[in-house]
């Protein structure tokens, strides 16, 4: 079936550096959606990516989908202590309704 | 916009009982539901897709006769989990489709379910 996989799995960065994470799909998307989850927390929406070679920007995030829709990538700048959670990525298939969602990857920041 | 509530947010039961989760679209209406299952630290499954007023679609792997889901309404879709054994705790999450054309997934707050 199909796999979502993210890496890294964790990351720690000091406050104010930036993050990357990748996500790698083993088929072709329809679409990339991203979530983030705070811990104990229900994943929020972030911003839906549909179109090949698609960047979009919100403040100090900035997404990626690749020209064969099946990687994506979520890069934080400068990041803030308010950036710490689990960040998913989820792949829309064609033909159906349903989400694959990543591995995740986990983002703590050190003050 | 796109609320989506779950109750409850917590429930201990035993071994062998049955426990009922609702699921709740508080601003708009939602044909389409989905129910996912979190373990620690793990990533979200999907369980089942639920459609107001037709049967729900189950993943490969997931009992349909232990996971009951019911979607009366298209504000309303319930996740019963029948005789519970401690290797179903976990936290249930359900999201909801606000309408068709759009894939967003609006997330429950989730139910932690504990049990003995």
């Known amino acids: 079936g199909q796999q979502v996989m993210q890496i890294p799995q964790y990351q720690h960065v000091q406050e104010g550096e930036d993050f990357t994470t990748y996500c790698n799909s083993s088929?072709?998307?329809?679409?990339i959606q991203w979530y983030k989850q705070r811990p104990g927390g229900h994943p929020v929406f972030l911003i839906q990516l549909v179109k090949s070679g698609e960047v979009k920007k919100q403040k100090r995030l900035t997404f990626q989908f690749g020209e064969a829709k099946k990687n994506s990538s979520l890069h934080i700048t400068a990041t803030q202590t308010t950036d710490v959670g689990t960040y998913f990525c989820a792949g829309g298939n064609f033909g159906n309704e349903k989400l694959t969602f990543g591995t995740g990857t986990r983002l703590t920041i050190i003050p | 916009g796109a609320v989506v509530s779950q109750h409850p947010s917590r429930v201990i039961c035993k071994s062998g009982t049955s426990v009922k989760i609702e699921c709740r679209s508080l601003d708009f209406q939602a044909t389409t539901m989905f129910w996912y299952r979190q373990f620690p630290k793990q990533s979200l499954m999907l369980m089942a897709t639920s459609n107001e007023g037709s049967k729900a679609t189950y993943e490969q792997g997931v009992e349909k006769d232990k996971f009951l889901i019911n979607h009366a309404s298209l504000t309303l879709s319930t996740l019963t989990v029948t005789s519970a054994h401690p290797e179903d705790s976990s936290f249930y999450i359900c999201?909801?489709?606000?309408?068709?054309?759009?894939?967003?997934?609006?997330f429950g707050p989730g139910t932690r379910l504990t049990v003995l």
């Open positions: 088929t072709t998307l329809s679409n």
């Open positions: 999201s909801a489709r606000r309408d068709q054309a759009a894939d967003t997934q609006y």
